[in-house]
């Protein structure tokens, strides 16, 4: 048969097999029946990859094969069910437990973990920026007789809602009452809020409202506030407040911003001496300070503000030593000459710390100081760094947030949230609002020119406070961001000697 060999049977003695290595065994043929030759495999079984008849032959194979403790068992004790029925159980256990641990690895990994690493530098570090106002609003010569007339119209207003005469404080001056608040609009009312128990207040006694010759009611049956209305009068609604007192001051705040929208793009410079009126003294590491260190701008609320070691300053202040004597030191003088006491209701300085490129928003991270007495202040600097990708939503410079930045300074979120306002402004009122940076060719918001614009911007106001504009949305923080945390250390009062060397209306502040 073809591939088998075919081998004689000699009588002869056996001879020695050439080629026989030791260690090689050696068959000896005898007188016996010859055995039968062993049985090639065939070409199936000489396969380089062996393909098992069934399942069980498969997983008899991984058993006797696998390097997994235990699996063996599962073949050795196949004659005692007990036993392997054990050995099964505690096989899948341990595979449930190892795949377990591999879905915990795989989720924490998959989860993008971060590490917060903490590290305290007492290195030498640039002096942030320092802004500080008078709040004292500035009564600019351009608008002030309008000004005075919206003082007498708020004078009139409180004497016909509460018999209260401001004269003394709001005009020096007063033309004697007449009627002069038909010449404003959205007049400040008193209007009567329903209650289910109107019927029961009706029993009041009627002598005491015959003897003031006014209805005496409780003071929560009533809200004041002003009327405002679209374009076309279609819809309007009151602004009230429970409160009389912020009632009156968001009315007048509503018509000065109307009067201060008026003022032309192009003002001469401010009739203040500028140091010399509001700072008495100021030094920075024990040097003195010049007109070089500081720039001016004039905030609607807070008045006159200065700016110390902005962008602006040629050499940026360095500072690497803390104490009282080290760092900013001011001495200022806070009066309140031909002031405006429905905006500004304190005296004193507001303060705030700022980065050299950050704009000063005085009303989200200023502080007040008030006069008569001496402030220190303590600053520390944070840098946080945010991971962005699948780590965190962040923005490196601002370029990928669907918001225009209309402050000529770096991103940061708050400058892309008054610029989201300041975009739905307008568009939805068509003008700008005037306590932020408005494009080119755009008006600032004005009843005489944009009659519904406050029915507009109450109404916006409302959506964004409640995020429906989607501003708190879209403004994403910055992946890098430095800010400068301050501490009240202290607050000293001056001795009675102290006071008669200096007038009794300065104030010291220390940072």
């Given at each position: 048969m073809e591939g088998n060999k075919l081998e004689e049977q000699d009588a002869s003695p056996p001879q020695p097999t050439p080629g026989l290595m030791k260690g090689d065994k050696r068959e000896e043929q005898g007188l016996g029946p010859e055995p039968a030759a062993p049985q090639q495999p065939t070409a199936e079984e000489e396969a380089l990859i062996e393909f098992h008849r069934s399942y069980r032959e498969l997983f008899e194979f991984f058993c006797n094969n696998t390097t997994i403790h235990g699996a063996?068992?599962?073949?050795?004790?196949?004659?005692?069910?007990?036993k392997t029925a054990f050995w099964a159980v505690l096989w899948l256990c341990t595979f449930g437990m190892m795949y377990w641990q591999f879905g915990l690895l795989f989720g924490e990994y998959f989860s993008y973990p971060v590490s917060l690493n903490i590290?305290?530098?007492?290195?030498k570090l640039v002096f942030p920026a320092v802004t500080i106002c008078t709040l004292n609003p500035y009564r600019y010569p351009e608008i002030k007789e309008e000004l005075e007339e919206l003082d007498r119209i708020t004078q009139q207003t409180l004497f016909d809602l509460y018999k209260y005469d401001s004269s003394p404080t709001l005009v020096a001056g007063s033309r004697g009452r007449r009627d002069l608040r038909g010449t404003l609009p959205h007049l400040l009312?008193?209007?009567?809020?329903?209650?289910?128990?109107?019927?029961?207040?009706?029993?009041?006694?009627?002598?005491?409202?015959?003897?003031?010759?006014?209805?005496?009611?409780d003071w929560k049956d009533w809200k004041i506030g002003f009327e405002l209305c679209n374009q076309n009068k279609s819809d309007c609604f009151y602004q009230t407040y429970s409160s009389g007192v912020d009632a009156v001051r968001e009315w007048y705040r509503f018509h000065y911003i109307n009067i201060l929208s008026r003022l032309p793009e192009t003002l001469p410079s401010l009739e203040e001496d500028t140091l010399g009126n509001f700072i008495f003294a100021c030094r920075f590491?024990?040097?003195?300070?010049?007109?070089?260190?500081?720039?001016?701008?004039?905030?609607?609320?807070?008045?006159?503000c200065y700016t110390f070691n902005d962008k602006n300053n040629s050499n940026l202040w360095m500072s690497s030593m803390p104490g009282v004597n080290n760092g900013l030191s001011l001495m200022l003088r806070t009066e309140q000459n031909d002031f405006i006491p429905l905006l500004s209701t304190v005296t004193g300085a507001r303060v705030m710390v700022h980065g050299q490129d950050e704009p000063a928003f005085m009303d989200d991270g200023g502080f007040n100081l008030r006069p008569g007495v001496e402030t220190s202040i303590s600053m520390r600097k944070e840098a946080l760094d945010r991971l962005g990708g699948d780590y965190g939503d962040c923005t490196k410079n601002g370029?990928?947030?669907?918001?225009?930045?209309?402050?000529?300074?770096?991103?940061?979120?708050?400058?892309?949230?008054?610029?989201?306002?300041?975009?739905?402004?307008?568009?939805?009122?068509?003008?700008?609002?005037?306590?932020?940076?408005?494009?080119?060719?755009?008006?600032?918001c004005d009843y005489r020119k944009h009659s519904s614009w406050g029915y507009c911007y109450y109404k916006l106001q409302a959506d964004f406070s409640s995020d429906h504009l989607g501003c708190?949305?879209?403004?994403?923080?910055?992946?890098?961001?430095?800010?400068?945390?301050?501490y009240r250390d202290r607050t000293t009062t001056p001795s009675t000697t102290r006071?008669?060397?200096?007038?009794?209306?300065?104030?010291?502040?220390?940072?």
């Open positions: 063996i068992r599962l073949v050795c004790s196949q004659h005692n069910r007990m590290n305290l530098n007492s290195d009312q008193r209007l009567r809020v329903p209650s289910p128990l109107h019927g029961a207040r009706q029993a009041r006694s009627v002598a005491s409202s015959v003897r003031d010759n006014n209805p005496q009611v590491n024990q040097v003195s300070c010049n007109q070089a260190n500081y720039s001016h701008f004039h905030h609607p609320m807070y008045g006159n370029s990928d947030v669907p918001v225009k930045n209309l402050y000529p300074s770096k991103y940061t979120q708050q400058v892309c949230i008054h610029s989201c306002f300041q975009e739905n402004m307008i568009k939805e009122c068509g003008c700008a609002y005037i306590f932020y940076p408005r494009p080119q060719n755009i008006e600032y708190f949305t879209k403004c994403r923080k910055p992946c890098r961001n430095g800010s400068s945390r301050c006071e008669m060397e200096w007038p009794k209306s300065t104030s010291s502040s220390r940072s």
